[in-house]
């Protein structure tokens, strides 16, 4: 038997969240078990956990987007028992049961092996959120972005994407502008490496279809108003990456900034992302500079805790990554 923590539909279609003791034999028939050491609480997580959205896909189910922890078994002749891995998305939590426990069984090609500089707890620091923050400056070089172009915005700069999107941006010599609605974060914001701190309710709200130009580029976690307003800011040529929905998944936005002013729109999805982007975004994520940056970023809590804690990432109250410890 194993901790899990355990969602349960209700008669009246309601999620029950507890911490139930799950039977080995009940894991997923995949060829990978995994000692599960670290969790992580994401925005996604928060939803499923509540059931403020519909994520979960299959019931019942384990949440976790991520995990981060050592092979027990394998029947893959690519994966060896002590191998230290990492699973980022693939549907885990939705389709497939996931990282908020202490077993877990997953087929081999959805694993990343664990960089040698990083613990497997800095991994679980990183998680989606971190590695979803790579995947968005990767594509930001990609196209062409440089430092010298001008300003990057990153939206939600206090959640994890937006705190390792400032973090791997300065370290690459980006002049980082932070929007937040939350102003007592801007020395911990500054502390990561941005130079500017924004008042999101400055982007917020329905705006012109064409603004003043301010930035080159921007990594946007939130979706909504807020893009459609940081699309109408990008300066000509620029480059506006999305990977995040904290104010909406709407796009209430007009074709203005693409056809007069040329700028790209890069869709970041870190679910599905092929393994050889995966290993690029963590060999980024590996970096001396960023690791020592993650004690100012991630926090831990217990199994237990995440419950609660899911409706209190919800309401915008936590800065920077949940870890869960599960053998907490």
Known sequence: MFKALMLRKADDGKTLASIEDVARQDLPDDA??????YSTLNYKDGLAITGRGPVVREWPMIP??????TVTKSSDATVSEGDEVIVNGHGMGEYHWGGLAQLARVPANWLTKKPQTL???DTASIGTAGYTAALSVLALERYGVDAAQGPILVTGANGGVGSFAITLLANKGYTVHASTGRPEEAERLKALGASEIIDRASLSEKGRPLQKERWAGAIDCVGSHTLANVCAQTQYGGVVTSCGLAQGMDFPASVAPFILRGITLAGIDSVYAPQTLREQAWALL???AIRKKIPNIAHTISLADSITYAATLLR?????RVVVDVTL
């Not at 976790?64 to 922890?69: E, F």
């Open 119 to 121: 613990s497997l707890k």
């Open 32 to 37: 990978v078990e995994i000692k599960v050491a």
């Open 286 to 288: 590996a970096e001396d």
């Open 316 to 320: 915008g109250e936590v800065a920077g």
């Open 64 to 69: 976790g987007i991520d995990l981060a922890g």
